[in-house]
């Protein structure tokens, strides 16, 4: 089988902490006293999470599931584009592993074609001369037919894109790696540097969209980038409108 080993996981900068089975990797860094970056992975969560308080599912064994925890200097009212980074950073590391098609839907989804590869969380606390932010990452590993009925789109795996197919220990250090780096950069610099690397990793730059908003509302138009707070930008015939809260249902060629 293939067994989570902290000893195999290597992110210079980070603890790395393994469990077999917790409820929530992001709900236990959340409660912690994070002095400095702090990695949590786990073989099964119970009670996963994703956007909007959705359940995240992983058969015990089957997905790569972490989180990384750091206190930052800039305050949590800064923190909107969080999602957005470790995003950036995750497909790069998933793409130099090999998973050239890997891409990412606005807001927070990893995907592999038209299928959901897997998903990021960020959350964020207030602390004395900052934040701190926890970042989950649920990357589906090998295939389970059961994600695949839980998904309207599908389910899709590493297996189905790497040859041969990495451990799990493999995978979560380079996305980590990754993604630590990039919200370090983030703290110093903003969300101005990874504006531009978006377009390049977006599944969807210049299609058209339609957009269910937080109310129900559904908007229409073409991707057209990030706002400088990581909304996502859509061109309609109404002129550039930026949506905040929303989950983006079908896209087309524009």
């Not at 970042?135 to 389970?144: K, Q, S, Y």
Request: proline share 4%; glycine share 12%; hydrophobic share 50%.
């Amino acid at each position: 089988m293939d067994q989570l080993d902290a000893g195999a996981i290597r992110v210079p900068g980070a603890e790395v902490r393994v469990l077999e089975r917790c409820a929530s990797t992001n709900t236990l860094l959340l409660a912690a006293p994070l002095e400095r970056a702090v990695l949590l992975a786990a073989d099964e969560q119970t009670a996963g999470r994703g956007r909007r308080g959705r359940r995240w599912h992983s058969p015990a064994g089957r997905g790569v599931l972490f989180s990384l925890g750091l206190p930052l200097a800039r305050p949590v009212r800064e923190l909107s584009g969080l999602s957005i980074v470790a995003g950036v950073a995750a497909v790069r590391a998933l793409r130099a592993l090999g998973a050239a098609r890997v891409a990412l839907k606005w807001p927070n989804d990893l995907m592999l074609g038209e299928a959901k590869l897997g998903g990021i969380l960020a959350e964020t606390r207030a602390r004395e001369g900052g934040s701190v932010a926890v970042v989950g990452i649920g990357i589906n590993h090998r295939g389970a037919p059961e994600l695949a009925a839980r998904l309207r789109g599908g389910a899709a795996a590493l297996e189905a894109c790497l040859a041969p197919l990495p451990a799990r220990n493999e995978v979560i250090s380079a996305v980590a790696r990754a993604v630590l780096a990039a919200l370090r950069e983030f703290d110093a610099a903003g969300l101005e540097p990874f504006r531009g690397d978006w377009d390049a990793v977006h599944a969807y730059t210049g299609r058209a969209l339609r957009v269910r908003l937080a109310d129900g509302r559904v908007l229409a138009g073409v991707a057209a980038g990030l706002a400088a707070d990581g909304a996502l930008q859509l061109r309609t015939r109404g002129g550039l409108r930026t949506v905040r809260h929303g989950r983006v249902r079908a896209a087309r060629p524009a």
